[in-house]
């Protein structure tokens, strides 16, 4: 059965860093699109980055740009949320998808698979 699990969530103080992951297994992830959103308690799932198949394209929520890397090893099938000057306003659940092609979105609606998530929280 294909599972996209993210791990590298936990509690970290304003300024610090954390590097999310998400492994995919039970199928190959490598030719597709990949994305990270978050939601925090009471809020929307909301965009955090994106990348596409070959992780030439990327792109960020303006909230993040600047603090966030997405990345990818597909020899791993993984996919990588680097997270630096986190912020307190960062405190979320954060889940990976993928899209069901190569492309990156910034659109939820474009992803057909998600992980369960991972508790990032951030103490000012």
């Known amino acids: 059965q294909a599972q996209l699990v993210e791990s590298g969530g936990g509690l970290v103080q304003a300024g610090g860093s954390l590097r999310l992951s998400c492994a995919a297994s039970g199928r190959t992830f490598s030719g597709y699109g990949m994305g990270w959103f978050r939601q925090a308690p009471g809020k929307e799932r909301e965009f955090v980055a994106t990348?596409?198949?070959?992780?030439?394209?990327?792109y960020y929520s303006d909230s993040v740009k600047g603090r966030f890397t997405i990345s990818r090893d597909n020899a791993k099938n993984a996919v990588y949320l680097q997270m630096n000057s986190l912020k307190p306003e960062d405190t979320a659940v954060y889940y990976c998808a993928t899209t069901g092609n190569g492309y990156s979105s910034r659109n939820a609606n474009d992803y057909a698979f998600w992980g369960q998530g991972t508790q990032v929280t951030v103490s000012s």
């Open positions: 990348i596409n198949w070959s992780g030439g394209s990327r």
